[in-house]
């Protein structure tokens, strides 16, 4: 745990859950699950199993499983995902781009356009 309060810059690594509550700046590699406390501000490039965020994550984020944002929970950047499994709670923000690469679907035909009527 990374405690409200302190301030860290540099490389996590972490085989079970890890939750931030203060301030970190630099990149979370091979890491299970990560919480982000409502008062934690992550700047950073996230690798990580599973994700919950209360506070706010700025940067690019990869995740394996599933995501949950949270009421006051903010997501800044790029969130790139190998599951579908994304819930966004009611107040909860994501702001950039999302990636899910879960099953493709089939492309949806396209709608022949109409033709114009003849006078």
């Known amino acids: 745990m990374l405690g409200e309060g302190v301030s860290m810059e540099g490389t996590l690594t972490f085989s079970h859950t890890f939750r931030i509550d203060g301030e970190f700046k630099g990149q979370i590699v091979r890491s299970d699950r990560l919480v982000i406390g409502e008062k934690g501000k992550v ?69 022949p356009q109409a033709k114009p009527a003849k006078s």
Do not use: C, W
Request: hydrophobic fraction near 45%; avoid cysteine.
């Open 43 to 111: 700047h950073a490039e996230v690798d990580a199993n599973a994700l919950v965020v209360y506070g706010r994550l700025e940067g690019t984020v990869k995740v394996k499983g599933p995501v949950e944002v949270h009421p006051k929970g903010r997501i800044v950047g790029e969130l790139h995902m190998a599951s579908t499994s994304l819930s966004v709670m009611e107040g909860g923000f994501i702001e950039g781009s999302i990636k899910m690469a879960g099953q493709a679907e089939a492309p949806v035909a396209a709608i």
